[in-house]
């Protein structure tokens, strides 16, 4: 869900939180920031993308994951589906 549209006080977040990177919030209530939540992400769509987020998730998926999340958040409004709303503001 966007950030946009979320009652962050709900979750927990700031929107400093929000504005720099990906978050994913689990059932149980389990926050996961960057790379990490991307890993969660994949893994909950199921098929083929719960190994991809799994190799996310453990080392040294997990380590390539952290180094290139700070790139790929900078230039997410490039991306193919990204839009100006992507784009960090500092």
């Not at 709900?10 to 389990?30: C, P, Q």
């Not at 920031?33 to 893994?43: P, R, T, V």
């Amino acid at each position: 869900m966007p950030w946009q549209h979320l009652d962050l006080a709900a979750t927990g977040l700031s929107a400093d939180d929000v504005a720099t990177s990906v978050w994913w919030i689990d059932n149980e209530g389990a926050k996961y920031c960057g790379a990490a939540a991307i890993a969660q992400s994949l893994m909950a769509i199921g098929g083929v993308w719960t190994a991809v987020g799994l190799a996310l998730h453990l080392p040294p998926g997990r380590w390539f994951g952290k180094a290139i999340y700070p790139i790929v958040a900078k230039y997410r409004h490039r991306l193919p589906g990204g839009t100006t709303a992507c784009k960090l503001h500092r």
